[in-house]
């Protein structure tokens, strides 16, 4: 376990403390430094996993020379991070609200730990007795990091399309990591994909809370954390060891990087750039991260068009661009060298011109959408509406940008997994049934992003923060 | 206006009690009763035996597989996709191979799982 946790560790305290120099302002606050830890960690171990798979075709089936090889180039990097901090640094910019929460707003951390504490316990108590987790874990992201761990001379095996061969094309963010873990430990325990697993969901609780707690204040972070573990379904995914909260921790990471770029007066090159190795990675963990990836660019134009204009987004899509490179020359070196023909896009034949045009189909998909989200957590939908009757929305002092383009981002990849569902070569009402619920847990944390920072505080709602003056 | 923030604080306490009941509904009906191992456990342990029978077991590369256990039914194809799924998994970096003649193959009976090499089919 230990061997593992240091496998993770290694790549994840050298992005933090390179995000760290770009952005000292975050030391400010102990948000910040958990804000930079989240992003920190999800990009070390993402981009680790793709030169762990870059390894293979360059070099063979990795073995203590890998490991040796990474200590080296990790501790190098390490040293020259250190120096460059060691300089005095100007603080920079500040981006977060500067009334502290109150002291009530403030313990809120108190019931969301104890959530925490009986999600873990559930987590926990599914691995006793599910140490391989479900269908899709054993059948293709568990299968294929044994493959590459096992596989000396036949790692290739892994994207084999033999019959029966779910999904070969899918990318390899969790069957890398959890086979980079396994080097590090010497043997394919069931200990290295749970905790990969559950890395993953902290991490998203930790962005989502550290990056409300710096946005909002007021203990709007803790609120969110609370609603985020208060969907079963999402802490159901995450013993079952599959790669949808993996991938919903880059899509909502992405997006909260674009909303602090929008925060900053969008100057920096840091936010955009981030966001784009965070997109790179949600397409490098699933085949939806691909539509993420369109979905975010085309989210940014359309806002843009209404509010700041094309240059600034042209400015900030270069960086976007060029964060995105490295991860997207990976991605697309893996599917076109590697990965044979996905089944949806192979899968189509001239009758889905058909299929656009079946009214029956539009029906059910809008129907099974419409449970799908009814049936998110048991009357959460109920409880968000009641809730935002109560606090109420925040003074428009308070107001920030960032929340429009969030629910276009919302609607554009909605949008594209109606079009998914609509045109698959699959029957539909299956494949309705055996994805959708995932769907909606891939989208719940950035779902709960755009929420809460749409609605008060508590401290707000409380009038414990100054509400505006009345217009005279 | 604290009030308000009460009755959230109430109604986040509600949604908190279903919560909890959905977590212990989701404990139980489909997992192995104490004390048992789950399926894909099980079937790795059988996987082992099988292995540790046959000194001729490859350890890389491919081999065919055979079902003469599971129907042609709905029901058998089921139940034939899911033990091939294991089947993989199982046998892992060995490829299991529906398709084609290779010298060994694995196949499943109502006795059980065994490893044929071609010279030895009758």
Redesign the interface.
């Known amino acids: 376990m230990i061997l593992i946790l240091f496998a993770l560790a290694l790549p994840a305290a050298i992005c933090t403390a390179g995000l760290r120099i770009y952005w000292p302002a975050a030391q400010v606050r102990p948000m910040g430094w958990v804000f930079l830890a989240c992003l920190g960690t999800g990009v070390g171990i993402g981009f680790a996993s793709c030169y762990f798979f870059l390894w293979y075709p360059a070099f063979g089936h990795p073995n203590s020379g890998f490991i040796v090889a990474e200590l080296f180039a990790l501790g190098a990097l390490a040293t020259l991070l250190y120096q460059y901090l060691k300089r005095p640094h100007k603080k920079g910019q500040p981006v977060f609200l500067e009334t502290p929460p109150s002291l009530w707003a403030g313990r809120l951390w108190v019931p969301f730990t104890v959530l925490a504490i009986l999600a873990t316990r559930y987590v926990w108590s599914y691995y006793l007795a599910e140490p391989h987790g479900y269908w899709d874990a054993y059948a293709f992201w568990n299968v294929r990091a044994r493959y590459l761990y096992r596989g000396t001379e036949t790692w290739r095996d892994a994207f084999a399309a033999y019959p029966l061969q779910d999904h070969p094309d899918y990318p390899l963010f969790l069957p890398a990591t959890i086979a980079r873990c396994w080097l590090y430990a010497g043997e394919d325990d069931t200990l290295a994909p749970i905790t990969v697993a559950f890395l993953m969901a902290v991490l998203t609780a930790g962005v989502l809370i550290s990056g409300l707690s710096l946005l909002r204040g007021g203990g709007q972070g803790w609120v969110a954390g609370m609603a985020l573990i208060g969907s079963h379904q999402y802490v159901e995914n995450i013993g079952i060891q599959y790669a949808d909260v993996p991938l919903a921790f880059f899509i909502v990471a992405s997006a909260i990087a674009f909303v602090f770029h929008d925060r900053t007066g969008r100057s920096s090159c840091l936010f955009p750039a981030l966001a784009g190795m965070l997109a790179g990675l949600a397409a490098w963990t699933k085949n939806e991260g691909l539509l993420f990836l369109a979905a975010i660019v085309g989210s940014r134009g359309a806002v843009a068009l209404f509010g700041p204009g094309i240059r600034p987004f042209l400015r900030e899509q270069g960086w976007f661009l060029l964060g995105l490179l490295p991860i997207g020359l990976t991605i697309l070196y893996f599917k076109v060298e590697f990965a044979p023909p996905n089944d949806l896009v192979a899968g189509q034949k001239p009758a889905t011109l058909g299929q656009i045009a079946d009214w029956s189909r539009h029906e059910l998909i809008l129907k099974e959408f419409a449970s799908a989200i009814w049936n998110h957590g048991r009357y959460m939908l109920l409880i968000l509406i009641a809730y935002t009757v109560l606090v109420g929305r925040p003074p428009v002092s308070r107001r920030g940008p960032g929340i429009a383009f969030i629910f276009v981002l919302l609607l554009s990849v909605a949008a594209g997994y109606y079009l998914i569902y609509l045109t698959t070569p699959y029957e539909l009402s299956w494949h309705l049934m055996t994805s959708l619920h995932r769907l909606i847990v891939q989208l719940w944390p950035l779902a709960l992003l755009g929420y809460f920072l749409a609605v008060a505080t508590p401290d707000e709602a409380g009038k414990v923060v100054p509400s505006d003056p009345p217009k005279s | 206006?604290?009030w308000?923030?009460w009755?959230?604080a109430v109604?986040?306490g509600?949604?908190?009690l279903?919560?909890?009941?959905?977590?212990s509904q989701?404990?139980g009906p489909s997992?192995?009763a104490p004390g048992e191992q789950?399926f894909?456990?099980q079937h790795?342990k059988l996987i082992q035996q099988v292995k540790a029978r046959n000194n001729q077991f490859p350890t890389?590369?491919?081999i065919g597989y055979r079902d003469d256990l599971c129907g042609p039914d709905e029901q058998g194809r089921l139940k034939s996709?899911r033990i091939?799924?294991?089947m993989?998994?199982s046998f892992?970096?060995v490829?299991?191979?529906?398709?084609g003649d290779h010298p060994g193959s694995l196949v499943l009976t109502s006795k059980g799982i065994h490893f044929e090499q071609k010279a030895q089919r009758p």
């Open positions: 206006m604290r308000r923030v009755a959230a109604v986040f509600f949604g908190f279903l919560w909890a009941d959905d977590l989701l404990e997992w192995p789950s894909p456990e790795e890389q590369g491919t996709h091939y799924i294991l993989r998994y892992a970096p490829l299991i191979d529906l398709r």
